[in-house]
């Protein structure tokens, strides 16, 4: 498993040994001890996954959600073509307001770790491209914001050659000055905090 820190702070990208033969091909896009080695702790306790299916062309995101409660993820392509997006929306983070992109595809299978606060939008760059994701934290309609993902001081690398298509909520998003302005964005300790709490000091889990 090959590990990689991305820009944002506590984002890392995880692509796994693929091994093909006549009848196809297996692979394990999460393993939790090249997790726990790269970012020093284990996996969320998984409360929910989801899976979307977007044609070429479709925009989503940027993505985030109240914090707390929060919600950290760990998304990988399981068919087709996306650029994965990572967008650091922490306010008081290192890294706010800075943002990597990964190509994730079926070919190298690459996964991204999303720390708790952290926005998320993709491009799907084929028809029928597939997004599967694991998540700390279950789906509440109320504490899923975004910014906008065209936001020209962000500068997210949506490809010129393709017709963004969004969603009605992302394309009336505000930008990440905006949503500041308005306080709607995650605070950078409320979110290490929360984190804290999925992975408490060994020997506590689990305690009353």
Request: net charge negative.
């Amino acid at each position: 498993m090959k590990v990689r820190e991305l820009t944002v702070r506590g984002a890392f990208t995880f692509e796994p040994e693929v091994f093909p033969d006549e009848r196809g091909l297996f692979v394990s896009p999460f393993r939790e001890d090249a997790f726990t080695a790269a970012v020093g702790h284990r996996l969320f306790p998984v409360r929910q996954t989801n899976h979307s299916r977007s044609r070429r062309g479709v925009v989503r995101g940027v993505h985030y959600t109240v914090t707390p409660p929060g919600s950290a993820k760990y998304v990988y392509c399981a068919r087709g073509r996306s650029l994965d997006m990572v967008v650091d929306v922490r306010v008081g983070s290192p890294t706010y307001g800075q943002w990597d992109a990964v190509e994730l595809d079926t070919r190298e299978f690459r996964a991204v770790y999303f720390p708790v606060g952290v926005g998320h939008a993709f491009v799907a760059l084929e028809d029928d491209t597939v997004m599967s994701y694991m998540l700390s934290g279950e789906y509440v309609q109320a504490n899923e914001l975004a910014v906008s993902v065209l936001d020209p001081a962000l500068g997210l690398p949506v490809p010129g050659d393709l017709e963004p298509l969004l969603s009605g909520r992302d394309r009336a998003a505000p930008t990440l000055g905006r949503a500041r302005a308005a306080g709607t964005l995650p605070e950078y300790a409320a979110c290490r905090a929360v984190e804290s709490e999925l992975w408490p000091p060994a020997g506590t889990r689990g305690e009353g």
